[in-house]
C-alpha cells in the first residue's frame, strides 16, 4: 500500500513524514490560488529533502496545462512521479510522455462530483496516451478541485476501477474512518494506496503524525482484510 501525503509546505513536515511509513509527499506547483502552492525554488528545495529521507519520494502536483511549460517544470525539478490534477487532456499527456525521461510516472486526477466522473468518457483515451496511475479525487459542486475533504462514493469508485487497465490511488477525504466505503476498491487488484491531505492536518493546519498513523493503521487493515478475500 503507497501512502502518499499531499500539500507539504515546510521542511519539518517532510522531517515528520521522513520518520513516518509513508511513501510519497505531494508539492504544489502551478496551482493558482492553492493554499500549498509553490515557487519553483522552493518546490526544488523540498523535493531535495524528500529524497534526503531515503524513505520519501517526492510529487510534482499541478494544474499547469500547457506542455512546454510542463516539460521545463520536470526538467528543472527532481521527481519520478508528476500528478496532474486539474483538467488536462489526453493529448497534453502524450506530448508531455514523450518529452520527459521515460522513468517519470504521471498520475492523471479523475474528480468526482457525486456520482458522475467528469473524465470517465476520456478514460480509455488517457490510458493509451501514457497514464501511469489514476486518482479518484473529489470536485465540489462549484468546481474546486484539489484537497476539498470532501469524500468519495465508494461504490461510484469500485464501478469507475473496474474499468481501468493502470492502477489507482484514492483520495477524497481520506481518513481512519472512511475506509468502509472503499472495501471494494480495495479488494481491486489495481489498488495502489491512498492520499492523504486534509486529515492528515489538525485544525491549525499542520501535519499530525498521529493523524497520518492512525488513517495508516486503518487502511493497512482494511487491505489486509482485501487481500484475505481475495
Known sequence: ?????????????I??????????????HGVSGGRAD????????????????RSLEPVLVTFLNQAE????????????????????????????????PEEVRIIKALHLQGTYCLEAPLIRA?????????????????????STGRSLDGSVVSSLAER????FLLAGGISSENWREHA????SPGWLGIDVDTNARGRDGTI???????????????????????
Not at 39 to 53: D, G, M, N, V
Not at 71 to 95: D, F, N
Not at 219 to 230: S, T
Request: some cysteine.
Open 164 to 167: 481501468l487497465t493502470r492502477p
Open 69 to 100: 511549460a510542463l516539460r521545463e517544470v520536470i526538467h528543472r525539478l527532481p521527481v519520478r512521479w508528476v500528478q496532474l490534477h486539474g483538467y488536462q487532456t489526453p493529448g497534453l499527456v502524450r506530448t508531455v510522455k514523450r518529452a520527459v
Open 38 to 53: 509553490l515557487p519553483l525554488t522552493e518546490c526544488r528545495r523540498l523535493a531535495a529533502a524528500a529524497w534526503a529521507t
Open 1 to 13: 500500500m503507497y501512502v502518499k501525503v499531499c500539500g507539504i509546505t515546510r521542511p519539518e513536515e
Open 126 to 146: 488517457y490510458e493509451k496516451a501514457g497514464v501511469d496511475v489514476f486518482l479518484f479525487d473529489a470536485a465540489t459542486d462549484d468546481g474546486r478541485i484539489g
Open 184 to 187: 471494494m476498491s480495495v479488494r
Open 15 to 28: 522531517d515528520l513524514l521522513g520518520a513516518l511509513p509513508v511513501d510519497l509527499v505531494g508539492l504544489w
Open 208 to 230: 499530525r503524525p498521529e493523524n497520518v498513523e492512525a488513517i495508516i493503521q486503518a487502511w493497512a487493515a482494511c487491505a489486509d482484510l482485501g487481500h484475505h478475500h481475495v
